[in-house]
């Protein structure tokens, strides 16, 4: 059967930050499901700050394109399928993108959704993206121990919040950055944070090295740019540090200059060293079943920031990187009664 | 007994390239052996691009004063000792600086020579730094395999030279890039290179693509710099880039601007990670045995460039920087037949 289809189509590249004037909204149709491929029903689309990388013309391990749906992860049901191992019905997350219906083949798919990832949007926060890439990254990279000093750059954020709980629970001492006072406040009362400093305060610098009286042994840096060229004097010899963002970069293209790090990547024999959650598919069991336990015992706090309807999407990308949201952002497209919302 | 004592002393700092006339020559006296110490003649000074370093006013992990004999590695013979565990008449290695006769604490001993170092010089090349550097970051950081890409930057130095054959040894598939056409030809005939290139070429860096069909898998860089900026951009996925040196950076103070590395290192999820031998003592033991097989076999290829005379080391480090030596550069100050050379 055909479905009218809602859509946010990228309009033009984004070098800099992502503006809502990025995205046009069109109506398509689908006229029907080919052999091989399903139709899925969006339930809840994800907006990430990965998605600013796919936006852009700079090189990046994926890209969106212009006149498509926004490149996004989604949650949603079946609603017909010719594609072996799927059946109408089956909830599943994966590359649906910023429409009501995705038309894809299986590829597309990460996952058909287990009966326990209730509510459904888990699969695209603590079971996602979030969730993985925290658990993924300190324990196939920083390795935080008992003493250690652990910083997070972006530490209120979708994974920023799950990192300090996680990271305090193997004893490490977690210190977070974040761009205002409230979120400085959820830092320590809810994400496990021993202290967390607003970069914005003129004295930022010196806030986080009192905070840090033993150094930085690892670093959880989803920031980059002007924020690591100061943390990395912080840090200790035989430190790591791990790339999993850039967000303090506004623009990659052109790549924009620096301090030289060789001298002090030598000197301190650091470790520094990139990561995509994407290229982890064999780590995600392990994760998921350790958050899976978090979440059961009532230890693991996470928020949600849902806004309704697929219009929203554009200027809740653009809050994003205003730091406006708090906790993971969410796209709701279909409410409890199974109907769009607006 | 007193000793007439030579020596080369820092006299300005170089946060630039080390000139000669960074340098002066003094006489000093010892007077006599304090309680506690030694005294050693020096047979042979090492000069080394880790030197330059040491030498600047940017922030390092060691420093040679100004007004004192030229922080340096040296092997000589213990003249008179009284500290325990010395003996008249051993050869030792260790920071006995750029001078004729050291007068030190057992501290800056590395080690009393064993019979089979022979000739001494060695405990300054293949058994010293540059040996150990090499098998070391092979070993614990670079892990060379059947079938991977390995570059090597100051391929055809005293370093590199070794890292050239040991990584061929494991399978590797060893690039270098070198400062002129005969230490291309070296690369290739002696240090076990499949292929060099000569980075002041026009072209290198087309040379260096078609070298690397395959991508670079492993980066054993001495050089950082603008050469760096250039190679990681063929790095391939979960590449390793050991920071080893950076003598193609010829400041670092101030610290230059480069391009932002963050992006790179995060979409190719590459490790970047610092090297300083000397916090490596632990794997000595290991790196030697491994090496002094090898040259018992006649199976490693390993020039020296001897220099005559106390009086030729601050010519010689200038040179050094400027590729001008072919070999490990050493200076000797004692002949065979035991007298003092000029």
């Known amino acids: 059967m055909p479905w009218v289809n809602h859509q946010i189509v990228l309009a033009s590249h984004a070098d800099g930050l992502p503006r809502a004037d990025n995205f046009v909204e069109r109506t398509g149709e689908i006229q029907g499901c080919d052999a091989g491929h399903l139709v899925v ?13 796919w936006m852009g013309t700079a090189q990046n391990y994926a890209s969106a394109r212009l006149g498509e749906p926004m490149r996004a992860l989604a949650v949603g049901e079946v609603v017909e399928s010719l594609a072996e191992g799927f059946r109408e019905g089956d909830f599943v997350s994966g590359w649906f993108g910023w429409q009501e219906y995705a038309h894809v083949g299986p590829e597309a798919v990460q996952r058909i959704l287990e009966p326990w990832c209730s509510p459904i949007r888990y699969a695209l926060s603590v079971y996602g993206l979030n969730g993985l890439t925290a658990y993924i990254v300190l324990s196939d990279i920083l390795l935080p121990a008992e003493g250690d000093t652990l910083l997070v750059s972006t530490a209120a954020g979708g994974v920023g919040s799950i ?86 970069v506004a623009s990659w293209d052109p790549v924009p200059q620096a301090p030289r790090r060789e001298r002090v990547l030598l000197i301190k024999e650091l470790t520094q060293k990139g990561f995509v959650i994407f290229n982890h598919q064999q780590r995600y069991a392990e994760a998921i079943a350790h958050l899976r336990d978090l979440l059961g015992e009532g230890k693991l706090n996470f928020r949600e920031d849902i806004r309704d309807g697929l219009s929203a999407a554009p200027a809740a990308l653009e809050e994003l990187y205003q730091g406006l949201n708090r906790g993971k952002l969410l796209i709701r497209l279909v409410d409890e009664t199974g109907k769009t919302t607006h």
């Open 41 to 53: 029903r969006n339930h809840y689309l994800s907006v990430d700050p990965a998605q600013k990388g």
């Open 163 to 248: 990192v300090g709980q996680l990271a305090s629970e193997r004893g490490a001492r977690v210190v977070g950055l974040t761009g205002s006072d409230d979120k400085v406040a959820l830092c320590k009362s809810e994400y496990g944070y021993s202290a967390a400093i607003n970069y914005k305060d003129a004295d930022w610098l010196k806030q986080l090295a009192g905070a840090c009286p033993d150094g930085i042994d690892k670093y959880f840096d989803m920031a980059g740019g002007w924020i690591s060229d100061e943390v990395i004097a912080l840090m200790n010899h035989f430190g790591i540090h791990a790339q999993v963002g850039t967000a303090a």
